[in-house]
C-alpha cells in the first residue's frame, strides 16, 4: 500500500515556484502603485488650479502667499463680498500620501503665475524621478 501525500522534492517545487512569482511578480505591482499614485497627485492637482480659477474669475486676482490654498475653503478678510466659495473641499489639499500640496503665489516653475507642488512620501524637496519621492509640479 501506497502512501498519499507530497514528497520533499514537490513541496520544494511549489515553495521555489511562489519564491519567483514573490521576486518578479510583487515589484511591478508596487511600482504601478506609485505611477497610480503620482497621477492621482497630478489630478489632485487639476482640481486646485480649477478652483484657483474660479476664485481669480470671482475676486480678480489669486491667493496671496499669505492666504494660501485655505482663501479656496475660507473667504479672506477683504474678500468677503466678491468671494463665492467654498471652491473644494479640504481632502482636495492633500495629496495621495496626506501631505499638503505646496502654494508658491509667484510661481517659479510657471513663471508669471502659481506652482503646485507636491513633495511625494518623503515630504522633502528633491526625489528620484519615476519613484514615490518624486516631486511632482502643476504643468
Same mark, same amino acid.
Given at each position: 500500500?501506497?502512501? @498519499?501525500?507530497?514528497?520533499? /522534492?514537490?513541496?520544494?517545487?511549489?515553495? #521555489? *515556484?511562489?519564491?519567483? &512569482?514573490?521576486? $518578479?511578480?510583487?515589484?511591478?505591482?508596487?511600482?504601478?502603485?506609485? @505611477?497610480?499614485?503620482?497621477? /492621482?497627485?497630478?489630478?489632485?492637482?487639476? #482640481? *486646485?488650479?480649477?478652483? &484657483?480659477?474660479? $476664485?481669480?474669475?470671482?475676486?480678480?486676482?489669486?491667493?496671496?502667499?499669505?492666504?494660501?490654498?485655505?482663501?479656496?475653503?475660507?473667504?479672506?478678510?477683504?474678500?468677503?463680498?466678491?468671494?463665492?466659495?467654498?471652491?473644494?473641499?479640504?481632502?482636495?489639499?492633500?495629496?495621495?500620501?496626506?501631505?499638503?500640496?505646496?502654494?508658491?503665489?509667484?510661481?517659479?516653475?510657471?513663471?508669471?503665475?502659481?506652482?503646485?507642488?507636491?513633495?511625494?512620501?518623503?515630504?522633502?524637496?528633491?526625489?528620484?524621478?519615476?519613484?514615490?519621492?518624486?516631486?511632482?509640479?502643476?504643468?
Amino acid at each position: 500500500m501506497r502512501n @498519499k501525500g507530497f514528497t520533499i /522534492i514537490e513541496v520544494l517545487t511549489v515553495v #521555489i *515556484i511562489i519564491g519567483m &512569482l514573490a521576486v $518578479f511578480v510583487v515589484p511591478r505591482m508596487f511600482k504601478g502603485l506609485g @505611477k497610480a499614485r503620482r497621477d /492621482i497627485a497630478k489630478s489632485k492637482m487639476a #482640481i *486646485i488650479e480649477s478652483a &484657483l480659477g474660479r $476664485f481669480f474669475y470671482d475676486c480678480g486676482r489669486f491667493p496671496t502667499q499669505d492666504e494660501g490654498l485655505e482663501a479656496l475653503l475660507i473667504a479672506p478678510a477683504e474678500l468677503e463680498e466678491k468671494w463665492n466659495g467654498s471652491y473644494l473641499k479640504q481632502s482636495d489639499l492633500l495629496d495621495p500620501w496626506d501631505n499638503p500640496y505646496e502654494y508658491v503665489a509667484e510661481g517659479v516653475i510657471n513663471a508669471g503665475s502659481f506652482d503646485l507642488i507636491s513633495y511625494g512620501a518623503d515630504k522633502m524637496e528633491g526625489g528620484q524621478e519615476g519613484t514615490d519621492d518624486e516631486d511632482i509640479y502643476n504643468d
